[in-house]
């Protein structure tokens, strides 16, 4: 090394250093990359993914390169520095030791510790351009690579330890994709991330959480007079309508009121039997049945509407296939005129809301913040009558996950109106 000017040995370290730092930024940027994001872009035709793709389906090979290379870069760095001490000063033991301990020091901080937190901190700005530099030294480095692979691959086999991508298991689970949707920031718009959260909640959600309770049910009664069911049908306000005879668990069919409409203008002396020919077949479903499961049912039965009926018959409420696409997207406009929409109410100055006491916890809960409990009964009014344990008088009190709930009316023994104060 005498003949090697002291430049050159300067300028050979420094690229030396630059080369380790490149392999120590490049494995840890390549391991810290998204995986999903680098097959999206390769599947949009980015010759830059397709490669680190390529080298990730590849992680032995890759790692060997990089530890290989690391390893005889820092060895040659050492050699280098300490064969520049002894040029300088001579063959002094103190020397060596002081350029080995000042080398160790810039291998940590700048080849080291430095590249792999840049690498960590922006792995796809790093990992793509870099993988381009990396897969071709793997081809030229092949024969290294494999003769350090066979001795890996040994005492691996000997540890019983499975590699190769057929063994990692990739996919993802539900709540794991549930929490990349939450964890995407400004990366999806807060309309999507709201749909997609949404859509994952199907499956906890039942039909029993959104339907339309029986008391709301609008539906036609074949034993009344015609000229009654003539009057409801030209006031009414529903596409369709569930139809009984008698009381409501006795349902007779489905009637679309468009049809029946048509038939008003054609027939002069309508009877019942003309309406009853216009009937569909009922369309039962249990209260416990999740909003997917549904959704699904309702595309293979071609159906848009659906009657709850609990263990005993029992005619519970319905539910509608715009019930489950307003649960994942949220409300539309009401079809009924001068009708008030569910979520058109919040809290006041005071910090008071009056609501019905039919209305559902979930809708509570989602326009007003709280968390009442809802894995009980579905209605506020049902919430309270299980915790009260009687029909209450009005202006009762409770306290319920910090919220204060007082009964302003009691009607029938329903409770019809409360109040509710915001808590503090």
Known sequence: MDTVPLWVQIVALVALVCSSAFFSISETALMALNRHRIKHLA???????????????????MLSLILIANTLINALITALVTSIAISAFGNNQEVITIATAIVAFFLIVFAEITPKVIGATYPERIALPASFLIKPLIFVGKPAIWFVNLFVRGLLSLLRIRTGTGVR???ISPDELRSMVVESGTFTPVKHKSILLNLFDLERVTVEDVMTPRSQVESLN??????????????????????????INKI???LHVRKAMALLNQVDELTVEHFRELLTPPYFI???????????????????LAVIVDEYGEVQGLVTLDDIIEEMVG???????GATRADQFGWDKKGECLLEGSISLR???KRLDLNLPIDGPKTLNGLLLELLQEIPEASVCLKISGCVIEIVQVQEQVIKMVKLHRPA
């Open 43 to 61: 599947r949009r035709g980015s010759r830059l993914a397709q490669t680190t793709l390529w080298l990730l389906d590849h992680t032995d090979r």
């Open 169 to 171: 298991d990739m996919r």
């Open 222 to 247: 074949l034993s009344v007079p015609v000229d009654e069911i003539k009057h409801q049908l030209t006031t009414c306000y529903h596409n369709k309508l569930l139809v009984h005879e008698g009381e």
């Open 252 to 254: 007779v069919g489905i």
């Open 286 to 304: 249990p209260p416990e049945t999740d909003l997917f499961t549904q959704l699904q049912y309702f595309q293979e039965n071609q159906e848009r």
């Open 331 to 337: 409300e539309f406009t009401t079809s009924t005129p």
């Open 363 to 365: 809708d509570v809960n």
